[in-house]
């Protein structure tokens, strides 16, 4: 089996403050420890490239695109919101991080990997059609799967999306999309308290108690029956409880979810871990797996 691992070295380039958890060590702790554990040296590793206009167009609305470019400053940052703030090469950053998704996608469909770990930032899944928030700029999943649809043909896709926050911006974009299933599980009354009410049969929203390992009953009918399915892509920005005490996730959710969209063994996933005197980091990454159904 071959799995690419894909990142860019200038998404250190994107930096929101020396406080802000969404810091450019991030990936450095995830490449460390995968290089320790090993299993970086087993993979296929290269550098995303930049998405291009079109694919982001793909999925956000032409304005919000236009306004963000014109919020970019030239020094400093420019706050979006609360927790979102834009440097100097935070664009920059954000069509890398998209970019290597598609790539993602390519390689796969173009049967030069098996599956893809895409260690990038800024993350994407808060990121909706019209708006920046949550840390996320661009829809990094959502872009890799219409780009999917577009380019490769794949008329059917799961999301999977794996977080102590829902993926509001990925529901946004595909909550109307028959031919998109999203699988979202969160921790209950938290972060970002969107798209908790409606009644969408491809959205299977998944609100979990702090700590529960109950997400395989959840989501086990809708993303099991692989035939439904052309492709699925996993999507999650993680906060370990150093960061965030008041979330709280079960990795064995992390563990199930890998192995069943990318059919591999449990002895197969790649899961981040905190290494000692960093835990306070936050991870975040976009992971795309499609898998072309017998």
Request: aromatic residues 8%.
């Given at each position: 089996?071959?799995?690419?691992?894909?990142?860019?070295?200038?998404?250190?380039?994107?930096?929101?403050?020396?406080?802000?958890?969404?810091?450019?060590?991030?990936?450095?702790?995830?490449?460390?420890?995968?290089?320790?554990?090993?299993?970086?040296?087993?993979?296929?590793?290269?550098?995303?490239?930049?998405?291009?206009?079109?694919?982001?167009?793909?999925?956000?609305?032409?304005?919000?695109?236009?306004?963000?470019?014109?919020?970019?400053?030239?020094?400093?940052?420019?706050?979006?919101?609360?927790?979102?703030?834009?440097?100097?090469?935070?664009?920059?950053?954000?069509?890398?991080?998209?970019?290597?998704?598609?790539?993602?996608?390519?390689?796969?469909?173009?049967?030069?990997?098996?599956?893809?770990?895409?260690?990038?930032?800024?993350?994407?899944?808060?990121?909706?059609?019209?708006?920046?928030?949550?840390?996320?700029?661009?829809?990094?999943?959502?872009?890799?799967?219409?780009?999917?649809?577009?380019?490769?043909?794949?008329?059917?896709?799961?999301?999977?999306?794996?977080?102590?926050?829902?993926?509001?911006?990925?529901?946004?974009?595909?909550?109307?999309?028959?031919?998109?299933?999203?699988?979202?599980?969160?921790?209950?009354?938290?972060?970002?308290?969107?798209?908790?009410?409606?009644?969408?049969p491809n959205v299977v929203n998944t609100a979990l108690p702090a700590g529960t390992a109950a997400v395989t009953s959840a989501w086990q009918s809708s993303v099991t029956g692989c035939r439904r399915w052309s492709a699925i892509a996993r999507s999650w920005c993680c906060s370990p409880a150093a960061s965030m005490p008041t979330a709280k996730i079960h990795w064995e959710n992390w563990r199930w979810s890998t192995?069943?969209?990318?059919?591999?063994?449990?002895?197969?996933?790649?899961?981040?871990?905190?290494?000692?005197?960093?835990?306070?980091?936050?991870?975040?990454?976009?992971?795309?797996?499609?898998?072309?159904?017998?």
């Open positions: 089996m071959i799995t690419s691992y894909l990142t860019h070295p200038d998404f250190a380039r994107h930096d929101m403050g020396g406080s802000h958890p969404e810091a450019p060590v991030r990936l450095e702790v995830i490449r460390k420890r995968l290089m320790l554990s090993g299993l970086l040296q087993q993979t296929m590793q290269s550098e995303a490239p930049p998405a291009k206009p079109l694919a982001l167009a793909r999925v956000h609305a032409p304005d919000y695109l236009e306004t963000l470019a014109c919020q970019r400053p030239q020094n400093g940052l420019q706050t979006l919101d609360n927790d979102t703030r834009m440097g100097p090469w935070t664009l920059e950053a954000a069509a890398l991080a998209a970019g290597a998704a598609i790539k993602g996608v390519d390689l796969v469909c173009g049967n030069r990997a098996d599956n893809v770990f895409c260690a990038v930032r800024p993350p994407g899944h808060h990121a909706e059609r019209a708006m920046a928030m949550g840390f996320c700029f661009y829809n990094n999943v959502a872009v890799a799967a219409a780009h999917a649809r577009a380019m490769h043909g794949l008329e059917r896709i799961a999301i999977l999306d794996f977080d102590v926050h829902q993926g509001n911006g990925t529901l946004d974009i595909f909550h109307d999309d028959p031919n998109v299933l999203i699988c979202s599980s969160y921790q209950e009354a938290f972060y970002p308290w969107r798209y908790l009410e409606g009644d969408w192995a069943i969209s990318t059919g591999s063994p449990t002895w197969r996933w790649i899961s981040p871990v905190a290494m000692p005197g960093a835990s306070w980091c936050r991870y975040s990454r976009a992971a795309i797996t499609p898998r072309r159904c017998r």
